[in-house]
């Protein structure tokens, strides 16, 4: 059965092109989708401060880095982690996908993989790059967000339904 190579949205700068942590996870889905050629890929990101969607500007420069637009699928509403995995969990179930390839930063992925499994999907990691990217105050700074997020979300997931 085939698994979703899921992408998770970053900020778009203002002219329009990806920050620095969406152009990775970018690039983190581009390498599983080549690694699982048969695999759908799951972009998922709205709009923010800056148009385009994060989704649509992967899958923009997805298709230009020669990913075949027929495997893409877009998530444009969602604005957050939270709402990014209950929109691929429902996207998984639709489409009766075995789970998430997870393709986001490292800092990042133990949060979305409880937020999955709290969804009932399974996940693993995609061709993501271990350590932390990026200038040691943008790591600081995220890891922190993190550490708050985490306890904040599972506690979401116990009080709100399995969506």
Known sequence: MAWAIVIFGAAVW????????????????????????????????????????EASLMADLLIQAGIDPARIALDEQSRDTMENVAAAAAFIRTEGLEGAVVCTDGYHVPRVRMLLRAAGVASRVGAVRKGYAGTRRHCLRMVAREVLAYPYDWALTRIAPRR
């Open 14 to 53: 203002p002219d329009g092109g990806p920050s620095p942590s969406l152009r990775r996870r970018i690039a983190y889905g581009r390498q599983s989708a080549r690694d699982e050629p048969d695999a759908l890929v799951f972009c998922s990101g709205g709009v923010g401060r800056h148009g385009p969607s």
